[in-house]
């Protein structure tokens, strides 16, 4: 098996879930396991979320978002691509602190948190004016 | 997302189902904060019906959690799925509020 999907996400607050849909429709179609669909969704939409949310200025005339997923019998990968501001968010979101109490937690970073925890690979890097991640998950 | 709420003087219970990410957390923290503005202290969020939470979802629930603790109750979550759950250890909101099987177990809790 080697099949593949491209789409492009836009701006908009409803973006992140429109992919993350397209991305679970296209995984039980090939009957990937509900748990594993799960964790990679949420790991996209929050990664997509943080893009959406903060990569580009207001004024900003051209930004572009793409996905791209790939699953062959081995693994399941995305590339996320934008043309935002340079952000990795692997390095550059703040760690967020389990051991505090609810007054003084913040919800910083648990997004990235989550990802991390929920997805095998994850690689991040800057390339001619793009952010590229990369997300693996072995089957 | 879908919430309906049963009142029982200064406890609700908030049945919540579908979906809760960045699309309608805005949402979800309106329909929570109404419930705690009537008077409620001790909130029980039944999970039974949530399919999917991220952490924008996870951010409200949090709120929810100042809100009564303040009022000198809390919140409590009954019948979260497995999946959710995991989300739930993952980002430590364990520590922060407790599970429960039931939605009568977590009410029960209250009143001890």
Redesign the interface.
């Known amino acids: 098996m080697d099949v593949k999907l491209e789409m492009e996400v836009g701006l908009g607050?409803?973006e992140?879930?429109r992919a993350v849909e397209r991305f679970e429709r296209f995984a039980n179609a090939h009957e990937l396991p509900?748990?594993l669909v799960?964790?990679f969704?949420?790991a996209l939409?929050?990664l997509l979320?943080n893009v959406?949310?903060y990569a580009f200025d207001e004024d900003e005339p051209n930004p572009v978002i793409t996905v791209g997923l790939r699953l062959t019998d081995a693994q399941l990968e995305a590339v996320l691509q934008d043309n935002g501001r340079p952000f990795n968010p692997l390095l550059d979101a703040p760690e967020?602190d389990?051991?505090l109490?609810?007054?003084d937690?913040r919800?910083g970073g648990?997004?990235i948190?989550?990802t991390k925890?929920?997805v095998h690979g994850l690689n991040y890097e800057r390339v001619d004016g793009w952010n590229r991640l990369n997300l693996v998950q072995p089957l | 997302m879908n919430v309906e709420t049963s009142y029982s003087g200064s406890t609700a219970v908030a049945v919540v189902d579908g979906r809760v990410d960045s699309a309608n957390a805005k949402d979800f923290d309106e329909e929570l904060s109404a419930i705690i503005d009537r008077g409620v202290s001790s909130l029980v969020v039944d999970c039974g019906g949530l399919n999917y939470i991220s952490s924008a979802g996870l951010r409200v629930f949090l709120i929810a959690i100042r809100k009564t603790n303040e009022a000198g109750g809390g919140l409590a979550l009954c019948a979260v799925p497995d999946h959710i759950r995991e989300v739930l250890e993952v980002s430590g909101f364990v520590r922060l509020t407790k599970v429960f099987a039931t939605a009568d177990e977590a009410q029960a809790s209250f009143s001890g």
């Open positions: 607050r409803d992140p879930r509900m748990g799960f964790k969704q949420l939409d929050e979320t959406v949310s967020p389990l051991g109490s609810a007054e937690r919800v648990l997004g948190h989550l925890a929920f």
